[in-house]
């Protein structure tokens, strides 16, 4: 009989050390910036001004009293920056993927792969989500005047506008339809 527990007791402990051995490592995608698909998206050829916390713009977005320049940064860093007209207001935000696990999700008014996003917003206006293959960026309350250049579109949606930053393959996923394409 003891013998029988023992060998059950050692059974669980097998068990319990092998279901934590599967678990899943953590994303070495979200971890290495280098290995992101945005980083390689070609950008802006200007040369903009940008934050110091900012390496390279890869698209203008503007509508209404927006003008942003969305930008990365190969450690890790993905942003956000601008002016919001309207009352004289510097916009700058930025996320950081490679110190969180994200939280897999797909903001509303985009289509697309589900993928782990990291997000944030100026006020109730501006929203940045962040994934490692592309920017979205929200902006609502403001529809005149859309304009996007460099590796962006965008589309007109309730009342705002939503705008993807990324290679073809992730605009044409995120907003298959959209309206406003680069210089237009």
């Given at each position: 009989?003891?013998?029988?527990l023992?060998?059950a007791?050692?059974?669980?402990?097998?068990?319990?050390?092998?279901?934590?051995?599967?678990?899943p490592?953590?994303?070495?995608?979200?971890?290495d910036?280098a290995?992101?698909p945005?980083?390689?998206?070609?950008?802006?050829?200007?040369?903009?001004?940008l934050?110091?916390e900012?390496?390279?713009?890869?698209?203008?977005v503007?509508?209404g009293?927006?003008?942003?320049?969305?930008?990365?940064?190969?450690?890790?860093l993905?942003g956000?920056?601008?002016?919001?007209?309207?009352?004289?207001?510097d916009?700058?935000?930025?996320?950081?993927?490679?110190?969180?696990?994200?939280?897999?999700?797909?903001?509303?008014g985009?289509?697309?792969?589900?993928?782990?996003a990291?997000?944030t917003?100026?006020?109730?206006?501006v929203?940045?989500?962040?994934?490692?293959?592309?920017?979205?960026?929200?902006?609502?309350?403001?529809?005149?005047?859309p304009?996007?250049?460099?590796?962006?579109?965008?589309?007109?949606v309730?009342g705002?506008?939503?705008?993807?930053?990324?290679s073809?393959?992730?605009?044409?996923?995120s907003?298959?339809?959209?309206?406003?394409?680069r210089?237009?």
């Amino acid at each position: 009989m003891v013998d029988r527990l023992a060998r059950a007791g050692a059974a669980v402990v097998v068990l319990l050390a092998l279901g934590s051995c599967s678990a899943p490592p953590a994303d070495p995608l979200l971890r290495d910036a280098a290995q992101w698909p945005l980083v390689k998206v070609r950008g802006l050829i200007d040369d903009p001004k940008l934050p110091d916390e900012a390496e390279r713009a890869l698209a203008q977005v503007r509508v209404g009293s927006y003008d942003m320049l969305a930008w990365i940064h190969s450690s890790g860093l993905c942003g956000l920056s601008g002016s919001e007209w309207s009352v004289h207001t510097d916009v700058s935000m930025h996320v950081d993927l490679t110190t969180s696990e994200g939280h897999p999700e797909r903001p509303t008014g985009f289509s697309g792969p589900t993928e782990p996003a990291v997000s944030t917003s100026y006020g109730n206006k501006v929203s940045l989500f962040c994934t490692p293959t592309r920017m979205l960026i929200k902006v609502s309350g403001e529809t005149s005047q859309p304009f996007v250049s460099g590796d962006a579109v965008a589309q007109l949606v309730d009342g705002g506008l939503n705008a993807v930053v990324g290679s073809e393959e992730a605009l044409r996923e995120s907003l298959p339809r959209a309206t406003v394409t680069r210089g237009g």
